[in-house]
C-alpha cells in the first residue's frame, strides 16, 4: 500500500513507521520540518501520488500542564492543521481511507468514556481546547464521510508508553517523567518529587501494543470510532513503586507536590467495543512494558535530561 503518515517523526509516528515499514509498505513521511500543514498549500506537492491510507497523527500540543498555558494557540494551529489535512483529503486523495487520533481528554468529566459519548456534555477545563479541535476533527470526518462517501476511522488512545520517546527538551507525559525523575535521583541524589499526591489514576498501554492493534481496526472497521486502551488503571504511586523497584531505588525518598497540575484525577477507557472487533485483545504486562523503557531509558541515557 501506499500511506501517507502526518507526524512520521513523533513518539507513535515512529513506531507506526517501523511497522508499516516492516509489512512492506511505500510510505511517505510527513513532520513538521518537511511540511507546515498549517499552511493549505503545504500538501500540495503530494498531489500526483495516489494514497491509499492517510494517518494523521501531527498536533500541536505537550504533555504536562502545556494546555493551560496556550489554549488559544492550540485552537488556532491545530484548526489550520487538521482542516488544512481533512480538505485535502477530500479533495486530492479520495480514494484514501482517513485514520486519525482522538484523545482521552475529549470525554466530559463523570462520563463513561465509552465511544457513544465521545461528543457529550464538556471536557475538562484544563484540556478543553485541545479536546475540542479533537471533537473538531472527528466532526469532520464524520460529515466529509456522510456527503462524499469517504472512509476514515478514528482511534482514541490511552496514554502511550515505550522505547523512543522525544529527548529534545518538551514536557514528558507523566510515566516518562516519573522514570526520568526517579533515575536522576538515583544517579545524581537529586530530589524525587511527583505532582498531585499520587493517588492519581491512569492507564497504559504499550505503544508497540497500539500500533498492531489500530492496524487490525484498520483492517476490519469504517466510518467508527474505537478507544484502545487497557481497561485496569493504577495510582501513580503504583507506577512509581514498580520504576523503583526495578531500578533499586527507596521509594520512601519520594515526595509529592500537591500544589502542582495533574490534571484529571482518574481515566480509563471503555474498551468493551475494540475487545468485541480485535480477535486476541493481548496487552504487555505493565511491569514488562516499565522495564523495557526503563531499559530504553538507560541506553539512551535519556535520563539527562533534567526538567
Known amino acids: 500500500m501506499n500511506i501517507l503518515i502526518t507526524g512520521a517523526t513523533g ?3 515512529q513506531t507506526l513507521c517501523r511497522f508499516l515499514e516492516n509489512a512492506g509498505h511505500d510510505l511517505t513521511k510527513l513532520n513538521s520540518k518537511k511540511c507546515d500543514l498549517r499552511k493549505e498549500s503545504s500538501l500540495y506537492c503530494l498531489d500526483h501520488k495516489q494514497y491509499d491510507l492517510i494517518f494523521h497523527l501531527a498536533a500541536w500540543t505537550q504533555a ?5 498555558h496556550h489554549p488559544g494557540e492550540q485552537w488556532v494551529m ?8 481533512v480538505s485535502w483529503w477530500n479533495a486530492a486523495q479520495p480514494q484514501a481511507k482517513f485514520v486519525f487520533m482522538g484523545t482521552s481528554c475529549a470525554y466530559a468529566p463523570g462520563s463513561n468514556l465509552v465511544e457513544i459519548e465521545f461528543m457529550a456534555g ?12 479533537k471533537r473538531m476533527l472527528y466532526q469532520g470526518a464524520k460529515a466529509l464521510g456522510m456527503q462524499y462517501d469517504r472512509k476514515w476511522l478514528c482511534a482514541v488512545p490511552s496514554t502511550l508508553y515505550g522505547a523512543n520517546y522525544h529527548t529534545d527538551g518538551r514536557q514528558m507525559h507523566f510515566i516518562f517523567d516519573l522514570i526520568r525523575k526517579i533515575l536522576r535521583g538515583k544517579k545524581y541524589g537529586e530530589p524525587v518529587v511527583l505532582w498531585g499526591d499520587g493517588y492519581q489514576k491512569r492507564e ?11 492496524w487490525e481496526l484498520v483492517e476490519k472497521q469504517n466510518n ?18 514498580h520504576i523503583c523497584e526495578h531500578v533499586g531505588y527507596p521509594e520512601d525518598k519520594i515526595e509529592y507536590d500537591t500544589s502542582r497540575y495533574v490534571g484529571a484525577k482518574s481515566k480509563c477507557l471503555n474498551i468493551d467495543k475494540v475487545k468485541g472487533i480485535i480477535d486476541e485483545y493481548k496487552l504487555t504486562p505493565l511491569n514488562q512494558g516499565l522495564a523495557m523503557t526503563i ?3 538507560l541506553e539512551e541515557k535519556a535520563y539527562e535530561l533534567s526538567s
Open 224 to 241: 467508527e470510532i474505537v478507544n484502545i486502551g487497557a481497561g485496569e488503571e493504577f495510582t501513580i504511586r503504583t507506577f512509581a513503586r
Open 11 to 13: 513518539f507513535l509516528g
Open 204 to 214: 497504559l498501554v504499550f505503544v508497540d501494543d497500539f500500533v498492531k492493534i489500530l
Open 122 to 133: 464538556e471536557p475538562t477545563d484544563s484540556l478543553y481546547t485541545y479536546a475540542m479541535t
Open 64 to 68: 504536562g500542564d502545556f494546555c493551560i
Open 78 to 85: 491545530n484548526q489550520y492543521i487538521n482542516s488544512n489535512v
Open 295 to 297: 531499559d530504553w531509558f
